[in-house]
């Protein structure tokens, strides 16, 4: 049970990252802030499955649906990276202005994510194979 309550911790403060700002021109003049994700139909469905997970009491149940929200997460973090700009100009996709318009803060957020990941996969290691 400790073991939950560290993997949420973690996930709360990977998802406080999503209020640094993440991509623009110029910082403190056009940002856009990790909150994009929360405009997202799926991203939001992947946070609150993640929570679901968690507080699910049956423990195969508990690790499949946690490791699909934290899989969809980092997924759409990705996809936003991609993506964010769209709104803006064309609807083309350009991984130049991608990574020209993104800040440190966006690769923080998603290494804290991905780092939550890796935790609740540690933390959830099971010697019992024969599922």
């Not at 508990?62 to 700009?85: D, P």
Request: glycine residues 6%; charged residues 10%; hydrophobic residues 50%.
């Amino acid at each position: 049970m400790k073991k939950k309550y560290i993997v949420v911790i973690s996930l709360i403060v990977s998802l406080s990252t999503l209020f640094l700002p993440w991509f623009g021109g110029y910082k403190g003049v056009q940002d856009v802030n990790g909150i994009i994700l929360f405009q997202n139909p799926i991203a939001v469905s992947c946070i609150v499955i993640s929570f679901v997970g968690l507080l699910l009491k049956n423990e195969y149940k508990s690790k499949v649906v946690t490791q699909i929200g934290l899989l969809g997460i980092i997924a759409m973090q990705i996809y936003e990276f991609f993506n964010w700009y769209s709104f803006n100009s064309s609807f083309t996709f350009d991984l130049r202005q991608s990574m020209s318009m993104c800040y440190p803060e966006f690769y923080f957020a998603l290494l804290c994510m991905i780092g939550t990941y890796v935790l609740f996969f540690v933390t959830n290691k099971s010697d019992d194979l024969t599922f």
